[in-house]
C-alpha cells in the first residue's frame, strides 16, 4: 500500500520548512548585530585606553597640565598653540586622528577638569573622557549606554 500526500500537504510541509529556516536566519543576524554592536563597544574602550595613556604622557611632558577643554584632545596630536602649552611637548601621543573618535565615527566627549567624583561635588575629576554609545544620545542602556572614563564599569562590554 502507498500513501501519496496531497499536494496541499506537500506545500503545507515546504511553507514550515521554510518558516523555520527564515526564522533561523533571522536569529543568526540578530545575534550578529549583537556582536558587531559588542565589538563597537571593544574598540571605544581600547581607544578611550589609548587616549588615557596618551594624556598620561601629555601630563609628564607639561609639569602635570592636561590638554584644557578648549584644546581637547587634539593636543594629543598637535602641539596646542594657545592656553598652557606643554614645558616639553614630545608627541603624538595617540597613534591618529581616528584614535579620538568612538567606533561610530563621532569625537569623545572631553571635558578638564571633569566631572565631580561620586559623593563629593566639590572634588572633581582630572579629566572626563566619554562615548554616547552605539545611539550617540547621552543615557541609554545595553549598547546604546554611555561608556565614561570615570565609571569603570561602563567600560565592560
Same mark, same amino acid.
Request: hydrophobic letters at 40%; proline letters at 7%.
Given at each position: 500500500? $502507498?500513501? =501519496?500526500?496531497?499536494?496541499g &500537504?506537500? /506545500?503545507? !510541509?515546504?511553507?514550515?520548512?521554510?518558516?523555520? +529556516?527564515?526564522?533561523?536566519?533571522?536569529?543568526?543576524?540578530?545575534?550578529g548585530?549583537?556582536?558587531?554592536?559588542n565589538?563597537q563597544?571593544?574598540?571605544?574602550?581600547?581607544?578611550?585606553?589609548?587616549?588615557?595613556?596618551?594624556l598620561?604622557?601629555?601630563m609628564?611632558?607639561?609639569?602635570g597640565?592636561?590638554? $584644557?577643554? =578648549?584644546?581637547?584632545?587634539a &593636543?594629543? /596630536?598637535? !602641539?596646542?598653540?594657545s592656553?598652557?602649552?606643554? +614645558?616639553s611637548?614630545?608627541?603624538?601621543?595617540?597613534?591618529?586622528?581616528?584614535?579620538?573618535?568612538?567606533a561610530?565615527?563621532r569625537?569623545?566627549?572631553?571635558?578638564?577638569?571633569?566631572?565631580?567624583?561620586?559623593?563629593?561635588?566639590?572634588?572633581h575629576?582630572?579629566y572626563?573622557?566619554?562615548?554616547?554609545g552605539?545611539?550617540?544620545?547621552?543615557?541609554?542602556?545595553?549598547?546604546?549606554r554611555?561608556?565614561?572614563?570615570?565609571?569603570r564599569t561602563t567600560?565592560?562590554?
Open positions: 500500500m $502507498t500513501s =501519496e500526500k496531497s499536494p &500537504a506537500k /506545500l503545507l !510541509e515546504l511553507f514550515v520548512i521554510f518558516a523555520m +529556516v527564515l526564522g533561523v536566519a533571522l536569529l543568526l543576524l540578530r545575534k548585530e549583537g556582536l558587531s554592536e565589538k563597544r571593544k574598540v571605544t574602550v581600547n581607544r578611550m585606553l589609548a587616549i588615557e595613556e596618551g598620561a604622557k601629555y609628564i611632558d607639561s609639569a597640565l592636561l590638554p $584644557t577643554g =578648549e584644546q581637547g584632545l &593636543a594629543l /596630536l598637535r !602641539e596646542p598653540a592656553g598652557p602649552r606643554p +614645558v611637548w614630545k608627541g603624538p601621543y595617540v597613534d591618529s586622528e581616528q584614535v579620538l573618535k568612538d561610530w565615527g569625537d569623545f566627549q572631553y571635558f578638564s577638569p571633569g566631572k565631580p567624583m561620586e559623593g563629593h561635588k566639590d572634588i575629576q582630572p572626563s573622557l566619554s562615548s554616547y552605539a545611539d550617540g544620545a547621552e543615557g541609554g542602556e545595553e549598547m546604546d554611555d561608556i565614561c572614563s570615570w565609571k567600560m565592560i562590554p
